[in-house]
């Protein structure tokens, strides 16, 4: 992973508003940032008028540009985050354009992470006030400007839909006429913003401005880029895990009609073509010669038993409080351990980078999560200073983490760097299952004492490999990495004397984010265990997590809604499914949202299971637009339910095993079950909601399976041989 | 040199004639808004039409479409229940990253043409080759049923 240059080292972050975030926001930092109030250094700014800060752009004629730090990927940030500069601009969504920020950390890094990035559930967190504040800072300047024109008190004007009115006298003006003039004044502090009840957008269920282009085909993600003078490459990796090109004769590819050329890399073959058929028939007709290096014996049931045992050695403390391994020395403890296995991304837009390496520049055109990284990554390729790069980003066809790293962008640009002219370097979806950074492998060992129906001592104990280390080493403290413990560190539960640990564990295989990051391991062994301990003691999992949850209303408020609206306790309706049936609850608190679910199971004789029925209910604070989070949980549920039934990698011989959508298998409309979604009125703090369906949905379904067939299931996905009916 | 038409024009192409339609839309007439996504015929996001029929564009070689009529998400907002769709996706939000949603519009338009009210059993049968990642299911779903009623 290349680093960003100018990423703080971790002595400088003290020096900056460090505070530790309660609500176990990824990474547990938040860096205050000041509002940058420069021109805007976003590109594509064509039309003559003035950038009033670095979002908000103001043309003397036509649409008010506001410029996007997060990218889109389908969670709705475009929307949301122009809704905020739109309210306390007092502009209408139909008069504005998004503009894709460009490298630039200084005035687009993110206030949580401080590098340049889109993710972990934390956008509304993070720039609903920046945002806010650009708005209504330009909107300030903009009326003082009139004020000035007409010598009036800029209290008196009043704002509507761009346009500035003075109502003594009648007297009205657009924004653009006074853009200029604004620009020249010194941008106000502390400028006001709206109370919630003054709110015209935030809260309302406005339509999403990135739709339109994308039902008519019109929308240019990174794969649509076409370039004058433009080739196209197909590329491979070692089958086996970081393996070496030993020997290739280009000759066959080359003797094709249409191949220009092939590209030799250390650990990379890729064939130029006309186009991107004849580069993929071009990389089938080499007969390449791997060198597989030291992962060619790496084999699933070893890398399982390499984590178990990981997990058994020295960790370090995250959390200690009161003395709960006296306690379980004292009672005869319960006792679990669940794993998880490596995921792969697979967004249908598959992995692709356009690079054009030309007169001491680079041009990259891509839909990245993380620009910066991407400038940063292509520059150290070329040895070339990070400014020479140009980072074109586009609107990406899903992200979920798979476009946080800059790896394929550094790919492309290796090989893009030994071609002339411009090209675009698609993966095929084998070579992006085979290249991807995989979710981690977890394990959590969980143990509890139970006295009278609660719980008295409580051990979890996470091994999993640091992705933060890697990808931003300020948040990495201690040994510890915040991510692969949140949801483990501080559950929603009152559990007694605590101890929370964390092994850092790593095996080999490349890993990185993965929708629903840390929370989707630990929420779903916590979630798992509490329903193993309801088992043992006979309780009811939800009155067991209610009297768990006395001491956290706001909790208790989400699992209540969502055990009414499922009916919890009233018998099951027949499944055409299985005659084995079943309901799981489950709870997550995390991303500073809080949801539960309830999942309805049906399970056939071979052990198949088919979930029926998804209720969820939310309190995520504050909501920009409501309809987006319904569509996150939507969405982040048909994610979690195919991860938690068909999902994982696996290694054999140094190889990944799956290969495409018929061996790594998504949900189907046709397995879709119902979902009702209830968001809870709530004015708390804005959590996010990009991660949390697929995190809670995993455990409430693993739950259901549990209460279906009495068999609780450890190592996901759930395994049809080990509760079909023979077993 | 052979000529295809697609979207009621026609267009010279030099592919050769084992090429996918999929990647002489894309590569040679810039035609973009047909997606590439798993290339064998899993994932749907290469949904076009010949002759009104959705078929997957990665498993058709351009010199097998002949005088047959090819339409994309391009051009289907020219037929009723294309620009039905297209309006029922907008009016439910049914889209997210976006990226699967041609191939998505292209399968329901087919299936409004072929059955003007479909239920829950027909969607699934003619949907369920088109994978959303996003997990846009119930919506698409309650799209095509708004669509078929207006």
Redesign the interface.
């Known amino acids: 992973m290349p680093r960003d240059p100018e990423v703080l080292e971790p002595g400088t972050l003290s020096r900056r508003a460090v505070l530790r975030g309660g609500a176990a926001v990824l990474g547990g930092l938040f860096i205050g940032i000041e509002l940058p109030a420069g021109r805007a250094r976003a590109d594509e700014l064509q039309a003559a008028g003035a950038a009033l800060n670095a979002f908000v752009h103001i043309p003397v004629q036509g649409r008010v540009s506001l410029i996007m730090p997060a990218v889109e990927?389908?969670?709705?940030v475009y929307t949301s985050q122009a809704m905020c500069m739109a309210e306390e601009l007092d502009v209408g969504l139909d008069q504005i354009e998004a503009i894709h920020a460009p490298a630039d950390r200084e005035h687009y890094g993110h206030p949580i992470f401080y590098v340049q990035a889109t993710g972990g559930s934390t956008t509304t967190m993070a720039w609903t006030e920046p945002l806010r504040k650009a708005g209504a800072t330009a909107r300030a300047m903009l009326v003082a400007a009139a004020a000035a024109e007409w010598n009036v008190p800029a209290s008196d004007l009043v704002t509507t839909r761009g346009v500035i009115t003075h109502p003594g006298s009648g007297r009205s003006l657009r924004y653009g006429d006074v853009t200029d003039r604004a620009a020249q004044m010194v941008p106000p502090a502390d400028v006001p913003l709206k109370s919630p009840e003054q709110f015209q957008l935030i809260g309302t269920r406005a339509?999403?401005i990135?739709?339109?282009d994308?039902?008519?085909?019109?929308?240019?993600?990174g794969?649509?880029v076409?370039l004058p003078g433009m080739k196209?490459a197909a590329l491979t990796a070692s089958p086996v895990l970081g393996g070496k090109v030993s020997h290739v004769d280009e000759a066959p590819a080359l003797a094709m009609?249409?191949v220009r050329q092939v590209v030799v890399l250390e650990d990379i073959v890729a064939v130029v073509a006309?186009?991107?058929?004849?580069a993929?028939q071009g990389l089938r007709a080499l007969d390449i010669t791997w060198s597989p290096g030291a992962n060619a014996t790496l084999d699933q049931a070893q890398l399982w038993a390499d984590t178990e045992k990981a997990s058994t050695g020295p960790g370090v403390t995250v959390r200690k409080e009161g003395d709960a391994t006296g306690k379980f020395t004292a009672g005869t403890p319960i006792e679990a351990t669940y794993e998880l296995p490596f995921l792969a991304h697979?967004?249908?837009?598959?992995q692709n980078c356009t690079v054009h390496v030309h007169d001491g520049v680079c041009e990259i055109w891509v839909g990245t999560q993380v620009p910066g990284y991407a400038q940063a990554g292509a520059a150290q390729v070329l040895g070339l200073p990070p400014e020479k790069v140009t980072v074109h980003n586009h609107?990406?066809?899903?992200?979920?983490g798979g476009r946080l790293e800059a790896a394929p962008i550094v790919t492309a640009t290796r090989i893009a760097q030994k071609v002339a002219g411009p090209v675009k370097v698609?993966w095929?979806?084998e070579q992006d299952i085979r290249q991807d950074m995989f979710r981690p492998l977890y394990h959590n060992r969980l143990k509890a004492r139970v006295e009278n129906g609660r719980v008295t001592a409580w051990h979890h104990r996470v091994t999993g490999p640091s992705i933060l280390a890697r990808w931003l080493p300020p948040a990495f403290k201690d040994g510890i990495d915040s991510d692969a413990i949140d949801g483990a560190a501080e559950p929603p539960y009152a559990l007694g004397d605590m101890l929370v640990e964390y092994v850092r564990h790593e095996n080999g295989v490349p890993f990185s984010f993965w929708r629903g990051v840390g929370p989707n391991s630990t929420v779903f062994s916590v979630e798992s265990f509490l329903d193993l301990i309801a088992h043992r003691t006979a309780a009811d999992p939800v009155a067991l997590r209610r009297v768990l949850l006395g001491k956290n209303p706001r909790a208790r408020a989400v699992l209540d809604a969502a055990a009414a609206k499922a009916g919890w306790g009233t018998p099951l309706a027949a499944s055409p499914f299985g005659a084995r049936r079943g309901r799981g609850v489950a709870l997550m608190h995390a991303f500073g949202s809080l949801l539960a679910c309830v999942a309805e199971v049906a399970v056939t004789d071979g052990g198949d299971v088919r979930v029926n029925r998804v209720v969820v209910a939310t309190d995520v604070g504050r909501v920009i637009n409501p309809?987006t989070v319904v569509?996150q949980v939507?969405?982040?549920?048909?994610?979690g339910i195919a991860t938690v039934l068909h999902n994982r990698i696996t290694f054999a011989g140094g190889r990944v095993e799956q290969t495409?959508?018929?061996d790594y298998r998504?949900?189907?409309?046709?397995e879709?079950p119902?979902?009702e979604v209830e968001l809870l009125a709530s004015t708390e703090k804005s959590g996010g909601i990009g991660e949390p369906g697929t995190v809670v949905v995993q455990p409430a379904v693993a739950n259901a399976v549990f209460a279906a067939t009495g068999v609780q299931l450890t190592r996901m996905p759930l395994d049809a041989s080990l509760i079909a009916r023979s077993v | 040199m052979s000529a295809i038409s697609v979207n009621g024009r026609t267009y010279e192409i030099n592919?050769?004639p084992d090429?996918?339609l999929l990647?002489v839309l894309?590569?040679?007439l810039?035609?973009?808004?047909?997606?590439?996504?798993?290339?064998?015929a899993?994932?749907g996001?290469c949904t076009v039409h010949v002759d009104g029929i959705a078929v997957r564009s990665c498993q058709i070689p351009v010199g097998t479409v002949g005088q047959r009529v090819i339409t994309?998400?391009?051009g289907i907002?020219e037929t009723s229940a294309g620009a039905r769709i297209?309006k029922a996706?907008?009016d439910l939000?049914v889209?997210?990253?976006?990226?699967?949603?041609?191939g998505q519009?292209m399968s329901a338009a087919a299936l409004l043409t072929a059955n003007p009210d479909p239920d829950d059993g027909a969607?699934?049968?003619a949907?369920?080759?088109?994978?959303?990642?996003?997990?846009?299911?119930?919506?698409?779903?309650q799209g095509i049923k708004h669509a078929a009623r207006s």
């Open positions: 990927m389908g969670q709705g339509r999403r990135d739709t339109p994308k039902v008519v085909g019109k929308t240019v993600y794969i649509d076409r196209f009609p249409g006309d186009n991107t058929w004849i993929e697979t967004s249908l837009e598959t609107l990406i066809g899903g992200g979920f698609i095929s979806r309809d569509a939507q969405g982040g549920v048909v994610f495409n959508f018929n998504l949900l189907r409309i046709n879709m119902t979902i | 592919a050769a090429t996918p990647w894309r590569d040679e810039g035609l973009t808004g047909t997606k590439f996504g798993c290339g064998v899993q994932c996001v994309t998400i391009e907002g297209q996706w907008l939000e889209v997210q990253c976006g990226y699967c949603q041609p519009i969607i699934d049968a949907m369920s080759g088109n994978l959303c990642r996003c997990g846009t299911y119930v919506r698409i779903r």
